[in-house]
């Protein structure tokens, strides 16, 4: 009786508990499985809250992620517009500030281009200067220089083998950049002749055409010495030298790709400033509308493709991070060096002495993947970033927005905007927007279509001068598969399996490219035509030559 008159109210009581976080209607049911707990000495509640706190934890982890996508995702457009915003400042914000004169009103809308209508400059650092501070990015970093280390000490070891002594003759890298004094004097004279031609005949226009009576006429004939010009001197000149000397491969780049970089300039230089020239004209003004010539000298080794008079510039010169980035070109190139010395020549030699079938064709595209991808990082980090941030460094240039996050990429639309934003802006504001000009807007697709092909034409022109044979595979990829994956893989395909889908179609083609190049480089070797037909300089040697 004692027991149960003790027991008893305690039971009483225990049995009205409220069971804290889980019953929040006062029923006593647990939401999840509408069901009471029922104590059993404390062990059913204790767990029913842990499991509930638990739950309340994965819950709150889920918000703070997404609230933390969206605000990361509002601030980064917020910044982007407020960037924009502040560097499209026109006159009229201007003269509210600071009383100017009519003559200085005329000369700001002479030298500033329309908000909304032109890449606007900000002075901001490239990508992967922030992300080398972050200890987890630079950890990456100091993975590929240990795997640099290794591929060194591997081929010191088997040269040791191979030889009995250690080999350090880069035999490679001296025959690629063969015959370089002329590749230097060939570079001066396209230097120079950008130089003066594109600057003198603007002058002349300039000077001429506002009080000309014969407007039209002086435009066609300024017009037709510019495109003559750039035909005979920076598009045959350099490539009959390649062609006519039989230069190595890196100095065939070299010298063709400054050619393309020339020929870029030139067009922004004469494309920006001649409607400043007509403006000026409709205007009635005197003001001075042809740039200084140290402006256009500044543009010529600025890292941009667009010419503005001026450009955001940073305060000093740091020439300790100048010659980090040059060191690190230089350490992809031997870093390029050792890929095809180890992992490219080998498998390619073997190859060439066997007859062209599917099942070889098969194994080498997946195996030119790794070197395809690893030379895929080498040239994007060592021009993109090393390279024409050294140069930016030394002229004090502010924006150093070269590329963007490509890596992340879930489209490969966003991945052309991204991969090359220097190339990429010049084709947006001199093709595709001038098309549309043009068409007055008619045909965006068709405005994408021609930016496509100028740009598959030009790589597959590069590719054709500096390897010595006409093989379209890069103007397949790019015309094919390129255009067919930038309208499916398009900017409406979000999350993490797009990303993944862009980086195996990107693997993918760096291993045919490497591949079916490699083996036409051999092929012209092994099986040369003493006087080839027209036909033969068409038609790939890979897939007939059999030694």
């Not at 000309?212 to 598009?235: E, F, I, K």
């Not at 000298?297 to 040059?326: E, K």
């Not at 309208?487 to 399996?497: A, C, E, H, S, T």
């Amino acid at each position: 009786m004692v027991n149960e008159g003790a027991g008893g109210p305690r039971s009483r009581r225990g049995s009205h508990k409220v069971v804290p976080s889980s019953d929040q209607d006062g029923t006593g049911a647990d939401r999840a499985t509408g069901e009471v707990p029922c104590p059993s000495n404390g062990t059913v509640e204790v767990e029913h809250i842990i499991s509930a706190k638990l739950q309340l934890k994965k819950k709150a982890e889920h918000l703070k992620a997404d609230l933390m996508r969206q605000f990361d995702t509002q601030v980064n457009e917020f910044m982007d517009s407020l960037i924009e915003e502040s560097a499209s400042l026109d006159s009229s914000h201007v003269s509210t500030v600071f009383p100017l004169s009519e003559k200085e009103k005329s000369k700001l809308r002479v030298t500033q281009p329309p908000q909304g209508q032109s890449k606007q400059f900000v002075i901001r650092r490239s990508l992967l200067d922030d992300l080398f501070e972050v200890n987890h990015i630079r950890t990456i970093y100091h993975m590929f220089i240990a795997l640099l280390i290794l591929f060194i000490f591997s081929t010191l070891v088997v040269d040791f083998i191979d030889e009995g002594r250690l080999v350090l003759e880069f035999d490679l890298l001296v025959y690629a950049f063969g015959q370089f004094p002329l590749v230097v004097v060939t570079w001066m004279c396209m230097f120079l002749s950008t130089l003066v031609v594109p600057y003198v005949l603007l002058s002349v226009w300039a000077n001429v055409y506002p009080t000309s009576n014969h407007q039209g006429l002086w435009t066609v004939l300024a017009g037709s010495l510019l495109l003559l010009y750039q035909g005979l001197c920076l598009g045959f000149l350099p490539t009959y030298v390649v062609l006519k000397n039989g230069l190595p491969p890196a100095s065939c780049f070299i010298l063709i790709l400054e050619q393309v970089r020339l020929i870029m300039k030139a067009h922004s230089f004469i494309r920006e400033n001649v409607p400043r020239v007509r403006s000026l004209e409709r205007s009635k003004t005197n003001s001075v509308a042809v740039p200084q010539f140290t402006q256009y000298i500044y543009f010529l080794f600025a890292p941009t493709l667009i010419y503005r008079d001026n450009y955001p510039r940073n305060p000093c010169i740091r020439w300790g991070y100048v010659a980090i980035q040059f060191s690190q070109v230089l350490g992809c190139l031997f870093y390029a060096y050792y890929i095809f010395v180890r992992l490219c020549i080998p498998q390619f030699r073997s190859i060439s002495m066997q007859l062209f079938d599917l099942r070889a064709m098969v194994l080498c595209v997946f195996n030119s993947i790794l070197p395809g991808v690893l030379v895929l990082f080498l040239a994007f980090f060592a021009f993109l970033h090393c390279w024409l941030n050294a140069f930016a460094e030394m002229l004090r240039f502010g924006d150093r927005m070269f590329y963007k996050d490509w890596w992340n990429s879930t489209s490969f639309a966003n991945y052309y905007r991204t991969w090359n934003v220097v190339v990429h802006d010049w084709l947006y504001y001199y093709v595709y927007r001038d098309f549309l000009w043009m068409t007055q807007k008619r045909f965006r697709a068709a405005a994408m279509l021609v930016v496509f092909t100028v740009s598959a034409v030009v790589h597959e022109y590069v590719l054709a001068i500096c390897f010595g044979f006409f093989y379209p595979v890069l103007f397949c990829l790019f015309m094919c598969f390129g255009m067919v994956f930038n309208f499916v893989l398009n900017d409406r395909r979000k999350g993490p399996i797009w990303n993944v889908i862009m980086w195996t179609a990107l693997f993918l083609g760096q291993g045919v490219l490497i591949c079916l190049y490699s083996q036409e480089w051999y092929a012209q070797r092994f099986c040369p035509i003493q006087e080839p037909s027209f036909i033969d300089l068409l038609k790939p040697r890979s897939w007939t030559c059999s030694p």
